[in-house]
C-alpha cells in the first residue's frame, strides 16, 4: 500500500482495526525517519489462523507459531507483504502491536536484502520500532538480556533465529548495537551501509562494514564493539 492506503486485512474485524491503526502509526514513524519512505508500496495481510499465516510464509506452523508477524517479497516489482500472526497478535500490548508492524514495514521497505547480517537489518528495523519507546520500555527490553556478561556482539544469524530459543535476546542485543549505531549517524546512513552490503561479495562484505562503520561512528569496528560491551555491562 502507499502511506495513504487502508491495508487489506480480512478476518476479524477488531484485528483488522488494530492492525490498520499500528500500519498507520508506524508508516509516520517510519515516513518521519525516512522521508523516501513516502513512496512506498505494501500490503498487510491477517489470515484468519496460525496455518494459513504459515502458508503465506511458506513454512511449517511449528517454526512460526511463536512469530507476531513476518514479511515477504513476491519480486517481479509486487509489493512487500507483511504476514500478521493472528494467533500471537492479541497477547501483544498496544505498544507491542505497533512495535511489530513498524519493524515489519522497515523490512517492507528496504526490501529482503539476503547478503546482509541479520543483526544489522533486524536491529534497524527495532531501532526505528522502538524510536518513540520510553527510556523505562528501552531498558526493559535490555532487561531481557540477562546475567550473561559477556553476550557475542554482534550476534550471530543463529542467535536471531526464531527457532533457536534464543531470538528475543538477539534481537535486543541487535537493536542495542544498531540504536547506537544510528544514534552516532542516522537511520538512513545505516540503511545505506546494508544496501552497499548486499551488494557486496562476501569476500569484501567484512571490510566494508568495518570501513562503513568506522565512518558512522569516527572509531574503529573493533572500538565501537568494545564500547558497546562496555556500556551493556555499566548498566548492570
Ligand atoms: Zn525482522
Redesign the pocket.
Known sequence: MSSTDAPHVPGDPTVRDEVRDAAAAGTTTLVRLWPDAAGAHWSVEVPSDLGAFAAGLGRPAADVASLAAATTYPGNGAAAVVHVNPVVWPSLTAFGKRAVVT??LV?AWMGPLPGVPHWL??GL?DTVAFTDASQARRSALLGSLGADARPVLPPSDVALDSASGEAAQGYALAWFLVDRLVAASSVQQVAALAARLDRESAADQDATLREGVRRLTGTTYAAWLSQARQALAARR
Open positions: 519493524h515489519e523490512h537489518l533486524e528495523a
